[in-house]
Structures are given as C-alpha cells and as structure tokens.
C-alpha cells in the first residue's frame, strides 16, 4: 500500500531485533504466467506465505522471518514487479491475487495461511474470498478495502507523483533497493507508474465479498497506522471469523517497529 507516506518513521525506527538476512537461503524462481517471479523458504510445519508491501520485497519481513520460521514453512515471495520478480503488463489487487493463487497452486500446498503487510494485505483479502479451497487462515496488517482508509489528501498527492519528481524519500526507500534487486532496472519507472495508479483505485474489495470470506483472519493495525482504524474496525466487523489487535505506539511499520510482538500475536493466532 502506501508505505512511502512515513518514508521517514521507517528510517528512524531501524529494528535492533537479530535477523536472518534477505536472500540467505538460496531463493528460487517460479515462472508464472510468463513471468519469473522470485521465492525464499525457510522452515518446516504448515505453508505460511508472506506477500510485502508495495515499494517492497521480502526484505520487508527480515526481522519475523526467523521466529516465523520455527513454527512455520515459511514461503516469502517478491511480488511481479518488485523486489528480483520480473515486470508483467499490469498490476492490481487483483491481479496480484491471480499471481499468488497461482503460485500456490504451482507450489503444489494444501492448506496455506497466508501474512499480507499493506499491499499484501489488501490482495490477501481477494485471495481468501477467491480461494476458500486453498486459504485457511490469514493475518494483515495495515491493510485497506478502499481509499476511504487514506489520510485526507493522500489521493491527490499521489495522483502529482511522476517519475521525473520521483521524491528523495522515495528514491531512498524503494528506487535504490529497486535498483539493486531488479531484473528489470532500466525500466523501474513501469513499475512506479503501476504502483501508483493501483493505489489510486478507489475500491481493493467490496463489503459483500468481505462478508463471504470463509477463512479466519487476525486484523493487525499500529495505533498510529497511516489507515485509519475506523477503516479497520468497519473490515473486521465485515469479515464474519475475524479478530483485531492494535499494537501501541506504532505505526505502519509494525514490522519494523514491534517485530516481537506481531510475531507472537501471528504465531498464537496461527497455531490455534
């Protein structure tokens, strides 16, 4: 979603948390509808696939992957697109949700819970609601259904971003790590376009698909979360087997931030 909004929050809250580094255990590629899309595993028990944020990567999950995988067979791709995934013609919520149930189908898994963070989150709900076959417990955090979880004025800053105003901010937070992954570096500004225009669409999933979703969902937001938690508490109140926790004093970044605690609350919800 929209993790460059507190571009700043995130630099000045680095985690001292122990990690296991990004790219350390030997990733994988899986070619999915023509596009080689980028995959870690890590650990042994129950699939748990981990979807990032937008501007993001599985580096997005470094400090949970380690307590995450003691418990689970943690899968953490890299969205088409970002991270070493290869571009595709178009991206959305949707599509995304495409992408993901066919990786899961591809990787042969069963039952699968699945962590969604921004981004992630906002196209795991399409992905539960699509896939009740396959998706029998989720956790999202910072996630939306719709703009109306934006802070006032957030679409129409977006809707001024271009590649050639490309911010120092965002250029520090996603385009050099972008620069650094990518298979597709000479054409980063696709994907920036694409990025913004996704999260300029007004609706991610309606209220009537929300209210069909069959699988359980753990609903996380950080009491200073950049969605608004009215947004949040009206999608808990919507998806029928659903829990909510807001972590104090954090933000978006409850990965970054409350790496410990997110980790317990996904660990005890999942394991139940």
Known sequence: MKNFIFVGILLLSQSLFSQIPYGSNYGKYLNIKGAKVYYEEYGKGTPLLLLH?????????????????????????????????????????????????????????????????????????????????????????????????????????????????????????????????????????????????????????????????KSKFLIVYGDKDMTSLEHGLHIYRTIPSSQLAILPNTSHFTFTEKPALISNLIIDFLGK
């Open 53 to 213: 944020g937008g501007f993001g990567s599985i580096k997005d999950y470094k400090n949970v992957i380690g307590p995450l995988s003691k418990n689970f067979r943690v899968i953490a791709m890299d969205s088409p697109g970002q991270g070493r995934s290869e571009q595709i013609d178009s991206i959305s919520y949707q599509i995304y949700a495409n992408y993901y149930a066919s990786f899961i189908d591809q990787m042969k898994l069963d039952s699968v819970y699945v962590l969604g963070w921004s981004d992630g989150g906002n196209s795991a709900y399409i992905l539960a609601y699509d896939r009740p076959d396959k998706i029998k417990k989720v956790v999202v955090s910072g996630s939306n259904s719709d703009t109306d979880g934006y802070p006032d004025g957030a679409i129409d800053d977006m809707k001024t971003w271009t590649p050639e105003t490309i911010s120092d901010g965002i250029k520090h937070y996603w385009l050099d790590e972008f620069l650094k992954l990518s298979p597709n570096k000479t054409t980063w500004q696709k994907s920036f376009k694409q990025l913004r225009n996704m999260w300029i669409t007004k609706e991610v999933i309606s209220d009537d698909h929300l209210s069909k979703i």
